[in-house]
């Protein structure tokens, strides 16, 4: 198996989409919680995204497609948080049920959209139907020569009207393609969680495989050590995505541990050492 993890989404949330509630949480953290994942710091995110799942993310209704969208961007952070951390089978279970909810959203969202739009195609034709017969109307009186005052209301009050309905028409075509466009919007999600799971099942069939085929655990552990490390053109997140999940199968590997501790930027040797001792202070004569 090549050194190459399944891609997460890290999908950002659309603006339109964001309200209140879990979704006012996921836009304010978003940016927060990629930047220390960015650092390497997994348990942190991991310990928030998580939280948020087990406390708010339960009162969520399904019937509120926003809510629900911001729900699957919390559990996409939480697996990225896990693969990082790597306990790449946590990430998996939380892609599982991004993906899930994705699709319910979207399933969701068609009911919804559906009502909508019979009830605004209805008032088209209502709408359209009235403008031609005041455009029928108005073109017959402009035709005559002369109006009188009870016509030239009449022509006020067409012109008016005829406006209204053109403002009502143009609201609701834009409301019809606002339906279209959040729809797709969502499918795309769906689609997108559910071929990264599928992805991520596999890889973690493959490493099973893989494990299974290795003498011992602590070898299976030096072979890929070996490769992630000759690898050094993949992303950072990648490789300690990697160490940490060799670590997980191999905890007491030294070698694994430093080349974990040199992608974060320290020396697990250091605090083994003992502090140097200050160098002795050379007497100086007295003078008299």
Same mark, same amino acid.
């Given at each position: =198996?090549?050194?190459?993890?399944?891609?997460?989404?890290?999908?950002?949330?659309?603006?339109?989409?964001?309200?209140?509630?879990?979704?006012?949480?996921?836009?304010?953290?978003?940016?927060?919680?990629?930047?220390?994942?960015? $650092?390497?710091?997994?348990?942190?995110?991991?310990?928030?995204?998580?939280?948020?799942?087990?406390?708010? @993310?339960?009162?969520?209704?399904?019937?509120?497609?926003?809510? =629900?969208?911001?729900?699957?961007?919390?559990?996409?952070?939480?697996?990225?948080?896990?693969?990082?951390?790597?306990?790449?089978?946590?990430?998996?279970?939380? %892609?599982?049920?991004?993906?899930?909810?994705?699709?319910?959203?979207?399933?969701?969202?068609?009911?919804?959209?559906?009502?909508? $739009?019979?009830?605004?195609?209805?008032?088209?034709?209502?709408?359209?139907?009235?403008?031609?017969?005041?455009?029928?109307?108005?073109?017959?009186?402009?035709?005559?020569?002369?109006?009188?005052?009870?016509?030239?209301?009449? &022509?006020?009050?067409?012109?008016?009207?005829?406006?209204?309905? $053109?403002?009502?028409?143009?609201?609701?075509?834009?409301?019809?393609?606002?339906?279209?466009?959040?729809?797709?919007?969502?499918?795309?999600?769906?689609?997108?969680?559910?071929?990264? %799971? @599928?992805?991520?099942?596999?890889? %973690?069939?493959?490493?099973?495989?893989?494990?299974?085929?290795?003498?011992? !655990?602590?070898?299976?552990?030096?072979?890929?050590?070996?490769?992630?490390?000759?690898?050094?053109?993949?992303?950072?997140?990648?490789?300690?995505?990697?160490?940490?999940?060799?670590?997980?199968?191999?905890?007491?590997?030294?070698?694994?541990?430093?080349?974990?501790?040199?992608? =974060?930027?320290?020396? !697990?040797?250091?605090?083994?050492? !003992?502090? !140097?001792?200050?160098?002795?202070?050379?007497?100086?004569?007295?003078? &008299?």
């Amino acid at each position: =198996m090549r050194f190459v993890l399944p891609a997460l989404l890290a999908l950002a949330l659309a603006q339109p989409l964001l309200g209140q509630g879990v979704k006012e949480r996921v836009k304010d953290s978003y940016r927060t919680w990629n930047a220390l994942l960015e $650092r390497g710091d997994a348990q942190t995110v991991r310990g928030i995204t998580e939280g948020l799942l087990s406390r708010e @993310a339960l009162t969520v209704s399904t019937a509120d497609y926003g809510e =629900m969208q911001a729900v699957v961007a919390l559990r996409d952070v939480a697996a990225r948080a896990c693969v990082l951390d790597g306990s790449w089978e946590e990430g998996v279970a939380h %892609l599982q049920k991004a993906a899930l909810a994705a699709a319910d959203n979207l399933t969701v969202f068609q009911g919804t959209a559906n009502r909508i $739009r019979k009830e605004h195609d209805a008032s088209l034709v209502g709408w359209r139907t009235a403008m031609a017969d005041h455009e029928q109307r108005l073109k017959e009186l402009e035709a005559l020569p002369g109006l009188t005052e009870a016509q030239m209301k009449l &022509r006020a009050q067409l012109r008016t009207s005829l406006e209204e309905h $053109r403002a009502a028409v143009a609201h609701s075509e834009w409301a019809l393609k606002e339906l279209d466009l959040v729809a797709a919007q969502l499918q795309k999600e769906r689609d997108t969680y559910a071929a990264s %799971l @599928a992805s991520w099942q596999a890889f %973690l069939d493959k490493e099973k495989e893989e494990r299974e085929a290795s003498a011992t !655990p602590a070898q299976f552990v030096a072979d890929k050590l070996l490769q992630v490390k000759m690898d050094d053109a993949r992303p950072r997140f990648e490789r300690l995505a990697y160490g940490r999940r060799l670590l997980r199968i191999d905890p007491a590997n030294e070698d694994v541990k430093r080349f974990v501790a040199a992608l =974060m930027g320290s020396d !697990p040797s250091d605090e083994d050492e !003992p502090a !140097p001792k200050p160098a002795p202070r050379k007497k100086t004569r007295s003078k &008299r």
